[in-house]
């Protein structure tokens, strides 16, 4: 089983997630990624290199979570939080 780390803007990210969706993704989501983090797609684009997405829809909300996997540190290090919507803009602006 994988490790995590989550850096300080994904942290705000999920702060701002209702409390309803929080809880669905701590408890749901975290779990399925620590334990195989390559259950996520892989991201094209050079911009997005090594980048591994996992979406998923609560209560009729897309939510992207976008992270990095180091193999040999046995660590997912998750980046980025949010809906779905302008997701892409606001990760071409932090990547």
Do not use: T, W
């Amino acid at each position: 089983m994988y490790d995590f780390f989550v850096i300080n803007s994904c942290k705000k990210d999920f702060r701002k997630l209702s409390r309803e969706a929080q809880l669905f993704i701590r408890h749901n989501i975290f779990p399925i990624l620590l334990k195989n983090p390559l259950a996520g797609e892989k991201l094209k684009g050079n911009e997005f290199k090594n980048l591994y997405k996992f979406g998923v829809r609560f209560k009729a909300v897309d939510y992207r979570i976008i992270y990095k996997i180091k193999n040999n540190e046995l660590i997912i290090i998750f980046i980025m939080i949010a809906s779905r919507e302008n997701f892409y803009k606001k990760l071409k602006r932090r990547a």
